[in-house]
């Protein structure tokens, strides 16, 4: 979902760098009080691993491809201060030196990936932990808020093409979430699993299962 | 969590990022992605354009380009990668760990 340089149009460009540096801000002034050598060590391998899954593209109907995005695979582990910081540089390194995701597209990207999909990730899977404390109840909470942070992530970056006027927007949007709830499913197999793994052998890892970030 | 494990975590994290980014990668669906495969069914796949030269990019597309192997090339950029943005989070690491001193000191 990596928009290049083109398919986004200058007001586009600017108010999502806009809401972009807002929002990554806010999240290292939150994270600098939960910083530890922990926290660090933590979101450095996963922002590692979230780049290399990044690599990963899974074929799904139709001649197209997707890939874990790790929105929801960060904000679970970390919380999401530290998911849209690990999340971001995973970005930035790879428009900087992959030409993947374009560098005037950089704010749009880290908006819909970084902040949407973290946060929306969290939110989801907070309150669906609420409801039962129950281990089938924790992996239901990690598979729907994957599934939902790569559509959300999809509605936004159709958005801002249908904004910038690349094509129509109601087309756009509705081809972009359909292909994307395909894709989500594969967000959600890969984080719960990666999830359920690290909970059984070290949740001590799982930042959030202590306290809520 | 004594520093110990903190350690053995990272590095089995680390090797776990470098396989995957290294061996597993080549096997990876060439397929378009989600936006790309919109952006070609209605035409406007073209107007993805960079607004810089391409060669300021040291491994363009994940392709590493001192081999000549195409294999090598997305394996050896995966490698890098992996490396590079570890590396981030160590010097955040260093940065973080000479501030605390300061404070402390």
């Known amino acids: ?213 | 969590m004594s520093e110990k494990k903190i350690t053995t975590f990272v590095i089995v994290g680390i090797i776990a990022a470098l396989v995957i980014a290294v061996f597993i990668s080549p096997f990876a669906s060439s397929f378009p992605d989600g936006l790309e495969k919109v952006a070609e069914n209605f035409g406007f796949l073209e107007k993805a354009q960079n607004v810089v030269n391409d060669d300021i990019f040291l491994m363009p597309d994940y392709t590493f380009d001192v081999v000549s192997s195409p294999l090598w090339q997305g394996s050896l950029a995966g490698l890098f990668g992996v490396l590079i943005v570890a590396a981030v989070f160590g010097i955040i690491y260093l940065v973080y760990k000479a501030a605390t001193r300061n404070k402390n000191g």
């Open chain 1, 1 to 213: 979902m990596h928009i290049p340089d083109g398919f986004v149009d200058l007001k586009t460009v600017i108010t999502t760098s806009i809401f972009s540096a807002g929002g990554l801000g806010a999240s290292i002034y939150r994270v600098k009080k939960i910083f530890k050598a922990k926290t660090i060590a933590i979101m450095g391998v996963l922002a590692a691993l979230i780049f290399a899954l990044q690599m990963i593209n899974f074929s799904i109907p139709g001649g197209t491809s997707g890939h874990l995005l790790g929105g929801a695979l960060s904000s679970i582990v970390v919380g999401p201060f530290g998911g849209s910081i690990i999340l971001t540089v995973v970005l930035i390194v790879q428009a900087l030196i992959f030409n993947d995701g374009g560098i005037t597209a950089l704010g749009a990207n880290i908006f819909n990936m970084a902040l949407i999909g973290v946060f929306s990730s969290y939110l989801i899977y907070y309150f669906i932990r609420k409801i039962s404390k129950s281990k089938i109840n924790f992996y239901i909470a990690i598979a729907v808020a994957s599934w939902f942070s790569v559509v959300f992530a999809s509605f936004f970056a159709a958005l801002e093409l249908g904004m910038s006027g690349t094509y129509a927007m109601g087309i756009t949007l509705k081809a972009m979430i359909l292909v994307h709830m395909v894709i989500g499913i594969g967000e959600a197999v890969i984080t719960t699993a990666i999830i359920a793994f690290v909970d059984r052998i070290r949740p001590d890892l799982i930042l959030t299962n202590e306290r809520s970030l």
